[in-house]
C-alpha cells in the first residue's frame, strides 16, 4: 500500500529582502503598458521600494508530500508554489528552488519574486502576487488531499480558487481551479500557471512535435521553431547555425517570449540533461492551448535580472500553461455568475529525456538519433506493473513486455537501427497488463510550410474603418484586451456617429458607462439598444441589454422598473440565470423570500455553479425557517469551494461563531466588504451589519507581506450607511457616520459601485465629509471622470483638512487633465508644506518641473534641498545624477552612482546605465582635453564593465557608438592606432539604438558613426551618415506620434502626462542638429537645436551640443 499524502500548515524561516512601505498616495497609470495590456494599478497600493539587506521572516507554508513528490506552497505570498521536488531521483527540485524571497519591480504593483509557480489571473503576473491568499487543506477519501488558496482579486473582485492535488501512490499533481466571477457584470480574465525551471546549458525545454512556429506577444511576430530561420527580437537566428535551437535556454541572449499557435498535442515540459530529471505538463489543449517560453536571456543583461530576482539560485526559464488563452495578451470572458472549472496537470520526469507524447498517465519517446537509430522509452506517473511497449515501423511490431514501470523507473530502451520505410511509419504504443492502450504515438514530421495563425495588424483609425461591424468588433477587441493605450470608445461612437441606433454599439457604450458608474449616460445609451432591439419585435434575441438597463435601473433606486427589465431578460436563456438572481436580490429587499427562492431555483437550474445564487439560497431557506434545507446548502457549497468567504459568514451567522470565518479570510476589509455588499444587495441589512460589526471588534490576522487595506475607512462608512437603510435611530446612525469620517485617508482607495453609493450618500447627510470627498474623487479619478474627481477633491482641501494627498492628487489632475502648470506647482508645493516627509511628493515635484522644463539650477537645488527624502528612491537618485551630468558635475553624478545599490523596474531598464556612461564619458572626455589620454581610456573601458551595484547590464542590442568613437579618440591619442581603427570602425558599423527596450531606426548616436568614419578618413561617407541623420529628422516634424499599439512593457509613462507628438519633434529637431553639425552648418545647427531644448532642457544630447555649439 503507498504511504498516505501529507498535508499540513508549517511555519517556514526564509531569508527575505524587505519591501518598502505601500504607497498611501493613490496611483494612476493611465498610460502605463504592462504585458501587453493595461498597467493600471489603482486600487492597490503601490510599492516601488525593495531593500538590501536580508532578513529572516516566518512564513505561514503549506506541505503536501507523498512517496514521490514533495510540495511547498506559500499562501501569503499569492498562494504560489515554492518548491517541488522528485523524491525518486535525489530530491531533485523539478520547479525552480527559492531558498531565499527576494522580490523585483517585476509585478503589476511592484514586488514579485521569481521561482516556483505563480498563478497568473486575471491578468499577468497576478495583481495580488504579493498579497495573501486563504488557504485550506481538503481531505479525501481515498488518501488524497488538496491544498486549496483562494483570493477576490484586488482589481476587479473576481474570483479565483487554485487547489493542488496529490493522491497516495501517484507523482502527478492536479491543479483545480475555479474561477468564479461574482460580480453582476461581465469581466475577462487571462488564466497562466508560470512554472519557473532551474536553467544552464543542458536544460531544454520540449514542446509537441507538430509545433513547427511560435509567436511574440499579441502575435505581433512569428519565428520558425525550434530552429530559428530568421530574425526574432532582433537576434539573427538566421546567422547564428548550431545556436539557433530555441529549446535551449544557452542559445537565446536576449529576453524572450515564445508561444505555441497550434498543435494536436495536450503537452509540453522541461528536461535537465545533467540531472537527468524534469516534468511534463499535461492539460487539455481544446480548454487550454497556451504553451509558452518566457527567458531574461543568456547574456549579461538577463543575468543582472538573475542576480536581482535570487542569490544563489542561478538563472531560470518560465514555462507557461494558459488555459482559456494562447497568447499574452489573450483574454477570454466570464459571465456574471459564471464559473469555470479546470484541471492542469505536472509530473516529473527521469532519465528518459524529452518526450514526444504524454498524457495524466505515461509519456513516450521516441527520436531517430544523429546516427539514424531509434531513441525511445516509456515513464509513467504512477505504478504500471506489467506494462507493454509495442515499437512498430511499418508492419514490424517489436515488443518489450512485463515492464514495471512507476515513479522513479522509467524504460529507456535500446538504441535501434532503423527497419527502413518512412519516417512517419514509426509508432510507439504503451498497453497496461491487461492490454489496454495508455498512449500511443506516431513519429511525426509536421508540414513547415502550413501557418494558420496569422500576424496581428493594429486595427485602422476609427474614421479609416470600413463598417459598423468592424467598427463594433475593434472597440470590443480593445475592451477585451484592456488595451493601455486606445480607447475602445471612439470606434463606438464612429459607429454611432454613422449609424445613431446601433444596438451593439449602444450597449457597449452604455455597458462602459455603468463600470464607471455614470449611470444616468448609461440608462441613455442602453435605452437605446432596447430601442432598437425591440424596434420591430418586441422580444429580441439578446435580453443583455434589458439585463443591464436593470442594472442600472436597480443602483438608481428604481426597482420596479428593474423588476421588469431583469424578467424580460430571463426571455433569453443567455441572461437567465444572472437575471434571475438579481430578481432574488430584489425580492429580498421587499422581504419576499418565497419568491426569491423560485426565482433562485431558476437561476440556479441554468447554472448550479454561481455562489452567489448558492449562498443566497442558503440565506432565504434559513429566512423561511428551513435551517436543515439551508445547512445542507451551505455544506454543499463548501464541498466544491472550500474557501467561499460568503458561504463562510452564512455559517457563522446561524451559529453565531465567528472564529473561523474571520480566521480564514484573514478579517481583511475588502473581503468583509465583498461578503457585506452581497447581504446589502439582498436586503439583508442585519446579516450585513452582523458582519461588519464583528470585523471591527476583531482584529485582523497578521501575514508576513505587506497589505495595508486589511483595514478600510470604507468598512465605517458602510456601517452608517447599512443602519440608514436599516432604520436605525438617527443619533445611531450619525455616530457611526462620524467615526468614518474621523478615520485616517491613508489607503481609502474606493474601487466597487456599492462603495461609490455609500459616499454618494454620506455627502447628502449634515456635516463636512472630507473624508468622502478625498475617496469619491480617488474613485472618480481611477475611473476617468476627472473633472468630477477634481471638484470632490477641491471640497476636500476646502475643508481645511490638513492632508497631503489630496493637494498632490489635483497637482496631478491640473497637469493631465488642465495642461495647467501653475496650478500643478502650487498643487505640489501645498502638499509638501503639509508633508515634508514623503519622498514621493518630492520626486513627483521634480518630474512635474521636468515636464514644466525648468532650469535644470532650479531642479538641482530643490533635490539637494531634500536630499535626505532623495535618497529614499532609486528614481529620484537617478534623476540627481541625471542633473549633476546635464550641469558637468560628473564626478558627483559617479559618487552618487557608486555608493547606491539600485533596483530597476522590469520594462524600464538602462536608465540608471545612462547616466553611469555618461559620468564616464564626461569624466573621460575632460580627461582627454586635459592631455590625459590613459585617463581617459580607463573611463570609457569602465562603461562597459558595470558594477554589480546599479543592478543592470548592457543589453545586447545596446548601441554604445558614442563609446567605440572615445575609445577610438583615446588610443589614437595614446598612440595606438591600430586599436583606434578598430573602435572606429565598430563605431562606424552600428545601425539605430536600442532605447526603452525597443530598437531605434535612428537615433543620436548616428552622429558618432559619421564621426568614426571621419577619422577614418572615409569622408564621402561621413557626410551620408550626416546627410541622412538630417534628412530623416526632418521628414518626421510635425508628424504625430503614438505609442506603439503592440508595446509590451512601458512603464516610464507614468505619473505626468507628455505630448507624445512634442516630445518625438523634440528627438527630430535633435537628429536634424547633429547632422547639420556634422555638414558644418552650425546656423541650422542651432536653430533646430533651440527646438528641441525648448521642449526639454534635460536632453543630455542636445546639452552637450549646445557646449560644442558654444
Given at each position: 500500500m503507498p504511504a498516505a499524502v501529507t498535508a499540513c500548515f508549517e511555519d517556514l524561516i526564509l531569508p527575505t529582502y524587505p519591501v518598502g512601505r505601500p504607497e498611501k498616495n493613490p496611483v494612476f497609470f493611465e498610460k502605463r503598458v504592462y504585458q501587453g495590456s493595461n498597467g493600471k494599478v489603482y486600487p492597490v497600493p503601490f510599492i516601488d521600494k525593495v531593500f538590501d539587506e536580508p532578513h529572516p521572516v516566518r512564513y505561514r507554508s503549506v506541505r503536501l508530500e507523498n512517496d514521490h513528490v514533495r510540495l511547498v506552497l506559500l499562501p501569503e505570498i499569492g498562494g504560489r508554489v515554492l518548491r517541488a521536488q522528485d523524491k525518486t531521483n535525489r530530491d531533485y527540485d523539478f520547479f525552480y528552488r527559492q531558498d531565499v524571497i527576494k522580490p523585483a519591480l517585476v509585478g503589476l504593483a511592484g514586488p514579485w519574486i521569481s521561482g516556483g509557480v505563480e498563478f497568473n489571473w486575471p491578468q499577468h503576473h497576478r495583481p495580488g502576487t504579493f498579497l495573501p491568499a486563504d488557504a485550506w487543506i481538503e481531505e479525501e477519501a481515498d488518501g488524497a488531499r488538496t491544498v486549496w488558496c483562494a483570493e477576490h482579486d484586488p482589481m476587479g473582485r473576481r474570483r479565483e480558487l487554485h487547489g493542488l492535488r496529490l493522491r497516495p501512490g501517484s507523482a502527478l499533481i492536479e491543479l483545480r481551479v475555479r474561477l468564479h466571477n461574482c460580480t453582476a457584470l461581465p469581466q475577462t480574465f487571462l488564466w497562466w500557471a508560470n512554472v519557473a525551471a532551474r536553467v544552464h546549458d543542458q536544460y531544454q525545454s520540449f514542446f509537441p512535435p507538430d509545433v513547427h512556429y511560435v509567436a511574440d506577444h499579441a502575435v505581433r511576430a512569428q519565428v520558425s521553431f525550434p530552429i530559428a530561420q530568421g530574425p526574432y527580437y532582433g537576434v539573427p537566428y538566421q546567422d547564428r547555425p548550431g545556436a539557433n535551437d530555441l529549446t535551449w535556454y544557452r542559445h537565446i541572449p536576449v529576453p524572450t517570449s515564445y508561444m505555441v499557435c497550434e498543435t494536436a498535442f495536450d503537452f509540453f515540459g522541461g528536461y535537465d540533461h545533467a540531472a537527468q530529471g524534469g516534468f511534463v505538463h499535461v492539460a487539455n489543449r481544446h480548454l487550454a492551448p497556451g504553451k509558452k517560453q518566457w527567458t531574461w536571456g543568456n547574456h549579461a543583461f538577463g543575468h543582472a535580472w538573475d542576480r536581482e530576482l535570487t542569490d544563489q539560485g542561478g538563472p531560470y526559464i518560465e514555462l507557461m500553461a494558459g488555459v482559456y488563452t494562447d497568447n499574452q495578451p489573450d483574454f477570454s470572458y466570464l459571465a456574471p455568475g459564471e464559473t469555470k472549472v479546470f484541471s492542469q496537470y505536472w509530473w516529473p520526469l527521469q532519465r528518459i529525456g524529452p518526450v514526444q507524447a504524454a498524457n495524466e498517465h505515461a509519456a513516450l519517446r521516441l527520436v531517430i538519433d544523429s546516427d539514424g537509430r531509434l531513441d525511445f522509452g516509456a515513464a509513467a506517473a504512477a505504478p504500471l506493473p506489467g506494462a507493454r511497449l509495442v515499437l512498430r515501423e511499418g508492419d514490424r511490431p517489436r515488443l518489450f513486455e512485463r515492464l514495471d514501470l512507476a515513479p522513479g523507473r522509467p524504460f529507456v530502451g535500446p538504441r535501434l537501427a532503423r527497419s527502413g520505410g518512412p519516417e512517419t511509419a514509426l509508432e510507439l504504443t504503451l498497453e497496461d497488463a491487461a492490454g489496454r492502450p495508455i498512449l500511443s504515438y506516431r513519429h511525426t514530421v509536421p508540414d513547415t510550410t502550413r501557418r494558420t495563425r496569422p500576424v496581428a495588424v493594429e486595427p485602422p483609425e476609427p474614421a479609416a474603418t470600413g463598417s459598423a461591424d468592424e467598427l463594433f468588433f475593434a472597440g470590443e477587441h480593445?475592451?477585451?484586451?484592456?488595451?493601455?493605450?486606445?480607447?475602445?470608445?471612439?470606434?463606438?461612437?464612429?459607429?454611432?456617429?454613422?449609424?445613431?441606433?446601433?444596438a451593439r454599439c449602444h450597449l457597449a457604450l452604455g455597458r462602459r458607462l455603468l463600470r464607471r458608474g455614470e449611470l444616468a449616460a448609461a440608462a441613455e445609451h442602453l435605452g437605446a439598444a432596447v430601442a432598437r432591439l425591440t424596434a420591430r419585435h418586441p422580444n429580441p434575441m439578446t435580453g443583455e441589454a434589458h439585463y443591464h438597463l436593470g442594472l442600472v435601473r436597480r443602483w438608481q433606486g428604481r426597482g420596479e422598473e428593474a423588476y421588469a427589465l431583469f424578467y424580460k431578460a430571463t426571455w433569453d436563456y443567455a441572461w437567465r440565470a444572472p437575471a434571475y438572481l438579481e430578481l432574488a436580490n430584489l425580492d429580498g429587499r421587499r422581504g419576499d423570500w418565497s419568491r426569491a427562492l423560485a426565482h433562485l431555483d431558476a437561476s440556479l437550474d441554468t447554472n448550479r455553479l454561481n455562489n452567489r445564487a448558492l449562498v443566497l439560497r442558503a440565506v432565504v431557506l434559513r429566512r423561511l425557517g428551513r435551517a436543515p434545507e439551508a445547512a445542507a446548502a451551505l455544506a454543499a457549497l463548501r464541498a466544491v469551494d472550500p474557501l467561499d468567504p460568503w458561504a463562510h459568514a452564512e455559517a457563522a451567522t446561524t451559529t453565531d461563531d465567528w472564529e473561523a470565518f474571520l480566521a480564514l479570510t484573514r478579517n481583511d476589509a475588502q473581503t468583509i466588504l465583498d461578503v457585506v455588499f452581497d447581504y446589502a444587495e439582498a436586503g439583508l441589512l442585519a446579516e450585513a451589519l452582523a458582519?461588519?460589526?464583528?470585523?471591527?471588534?476583531?482584529?485582523?490576522?497578521?501575514?508576513?507581506?505587506?497589505?495595508?487595506q486589511a483595514r478600510s475607512a470604507g468598512t465605517r462608512y458602510a456601517l452608517a450607511w447599512l443602519q440608514a437603510q436599516a432604520?436605525?435611530?438617527?443619533?445611531?446612525?450619525?455616530?457611526?457616520?462620524?467615526?468614518?469620517?474621523?478615520?485616517?485617508?491613508?489607503?481609502?482607495?474606493?474601487?466597487?459601485l456599492q462603495e461609490q453609493i455609500v459616499l454618494e450618500w454620506a455627502l447628502t447627510q449634515p456635516g463636512q465629509d472630507p473624508l468622502a470627498h478625498y475617496g469619491l474623487g480617488n474613485l472618480f479619478y481611477d475611473r476617468r471622470r476627472h473633472l468630477e474627481a477634481m471638484a470632490h477633491w477641491e471640497r476636500c482641501v476646502a475643508s481645511g483638512v490638513r492632508w497631503s494627498t489630496p493637494h498632490r492628487n489635483l497637482g496631478i489632475a491640473a497637469w493631465n487633465v488642465r495642461r495647467d502648470g501653475s496650478a500643478a506647482r502650487a498643487a505640489y508645493a501645498h502638499a509638501l508644506a503639509l508633508d515634508p516627509s514623503d519622498a514621493r511628493l518630492v520626486y513627483e515635484a521634480d518630474q512635474l518641473r521636468k515636464k514644466l522644463n525648468d532650469p535644470l539650477e532650479e531642479r538641482l537645488a530643490f533635490?539637494?534641498?531634500?536630499?535626505?527624502?532623495?535618497?529614499?528612491?532609486?528614481?529620484?537618485?537617478?534623476?540627481?545624477?541625471?542633473?549633476?551630468?546635464?550641469?558637468?558635475?560628473?564626478?558627483?553624478?559617479?559618487?552618487?552612482?557608486?555608493?547606491?545599490?539600485?533596483?530597476?523596474?522590469?520594462?524600464?531598464?538602462?536608465?540608471?546605465?545612462?547616466?553611469?556612461?555618461?559620468?564616464?564619458?564626461?569624466l573621460g572626455r575632460a580627461a582627454l582635453a586635459a592631455g590625459d589620454a590613459a585617463g581617459a581610456l580607463r573611463h570609457f573601458s569602465a562603461i562597459l564593465q558595470v558594477p554589480a551595484n546599479l543592478g543592470e547590464a548592457w543589453h545586447l542590442h545596446q548601441a554604445v557608438a558614442d563609446v567605440n568613437y572615445w575609445l577610438g579618440r583615446a588610443l589614437r591619442a595614446l598612440g595606438r592606432d591600430a586599436e583606434a581603427a578598430e573602435h572606429f570602425a565598430a563605431c562606424a558599423a552600428e545601425r539605430g539604438d536600442f532605447s526603452e527596450m525597443a530598437v531605434a531606426v535612428h537615433s543620436p548616436l548616428g552622429y558618432h558613426r559619421g564621426l568614426a568614419l571621419r577619422e577614418l578618413g572615409?569622408?564621402?561617407?561621413?557626410?551620408?551618415?550626416?546627410?541622412?541623420?538630417?534628412?530623416?529628422?526632418?521628414?518626421?516634424?510635425?508628424?504625430?506620434a503614438r505609442i506603439d499599439y503592440f508595446a509590451t512593457s512601458l512603464p516610464n509613462l507614468l505619473v505626468f502626462d507628455e505630448d507624445l507628438s512634442a516630445r518625438r519633434d523634440a528627438e527630430h529637431h535633435l537628429l536634424v542638429a547633429l547632422g547639420a553639425h556634422g555638414l558644418g552648418e552650425a546656423t541650422e545647427a542651432r536653430t533646430h537645436l533651440a527646438a528641441t531644448l525648448r521642449f526639454s532642457r534635460a536632453d543630455r544630447t542636445a546639452v552637450e551640443l549646445a557646449r560644442e555649439l558654444g
Open positions: 480593445l475592451e477585451q484586451y484592456d488595451h493601455p493605450t486606445r480607447a475602445p470608445e471612439a470606434y463606438w461612437r464612429e459607429a454611432l456617429r454613422r449609424d445613431p441606433g446601433d458582519v461588519l460589526e464583528r470585523h471591527h471588534a476583531a482584529p485582523v490576522v497578521p501575514v508576513a507581506v505587506p497589505n495595508p432604520g436605525a435611530a438617527p443619533a445611531e446612525v450619525t455616530a457611526a457616520l462620524a467615526d468614518a469620517r474621523a478615520q485616517s485617508p491613508d489607503y481609502f482607495f474606493p474601487s466597487r533635490l539637494e534641498q531634500h536630499r535626505g527624502l532623495v535618497d529614499q528612491r532609486d528614481d529620484a537618485s537617478v534623476e540627481l545624477a541625471a542633473l549633476y551630468n546635464l550641469l558637468n558635475r560628473p564626478a558627483a553624478a559617479l559618487a552618487l552612482l557608486s555608493n547606491r545599490r539600485f533596483h530597476p523596474w522590469e520594462g524600464g531598464e538602462g536608465v540608471v546605465l545612462r547616466e553611469y556612461k555618461a559620468a564616464h564619458l564626461l572615409r569622408e564621402e561617407e561621413a557626410r551620408r551618415v550626416f546627410v541622412e541623420l538630417r534628412a530623416y529628422g526632418l521628414a518626421r516634424i510635425g508628424q504625430p
